[in-house]
């Protein structure tokens, strides 16, 4: 499994958590294979043109992610994920190796649109 982690720096697992995916500057690549992580990696995110989440979904797929990690998301991209068969799950942990950590123990909930938040409050 690929999971993709909207971070505020590209420090692999000590990487503090980004708060909002389209807005963080970079996402931390974590693949995951029999409950173990096998690799870490980071880009840079190339952004969303015009407030449009539909590239930022694109960018996030375009990564091979099977799954992403947010501690906020607005309906209309966590919809445009589901459609794309990418899972999306909430956490709040301070750095990726917590949440990862988290993912792999089945700790972490899986959103639905009734619990995205609305991109008025940013």
């Given at each position: 499994?690929?999971?993709?982690?909207p971070?505020?720096?590209?420090?692999?697992?000590?990487?503090?958590?980004?708060?909002?995916?389209?807005?963080?500057?970079?996402?931390?690549?974590?693949?995951?294979?029999?409950?173990?992580?096998?690799?870490?990696?980071?880009?840079?995110?190339?952004?969303?043109?015009?407030?449009?989440?539909?590239?930022?979904?694109?960018?996030?797929?375009?990564?091979?992610?099977?799954a992403?990690?947010?501690?906020?998301?607005?309906?209309?991209?966590?919809?445009?994920?589901?459609?794309?068969?990418i899972?999306?799950y909430?956490?709040?942990?301070?750095?990726?190796?917590?949440s990862?950590k988290?993912?792999?123990?089945?700790?972490?909930?899986?959103?639905?649109?009734?619990?995205?938040?609305?991109?008025?409050?940013?």
């Open positions: 499994m690929r999971v993709v982690i971070t505020n720096t590209p420090d692999g697992l000590m990487a503090k958590r980004g708060a909002h995916f389209g807005k963080a500057p970079f996402y931390v690549i974590v693949d995951i294979e029999n409950g173990e992580i096998k690799d870490v990696s980071f880009t840079e995110n190339p952004g969303h043109s015009g407030g449009a989440c539909g590239s930022a979904v694109m960018n996030i797929k375009n990564l091979g992610a099977d992403l990690i947010v501690s906020g998301i607005g309906p209309n991209p966590l919809m445009g994920f589901k459609q794309e068969g899972k999306v909430f956490d709040d942990s301070a750095t990726v190796e917590e990862v988290k993912l792999i123990d089945g700790k972490l909930q899986e959103l639905d649109v009734n619990h995205a938040c609305s991109h008025h409050k940013y």
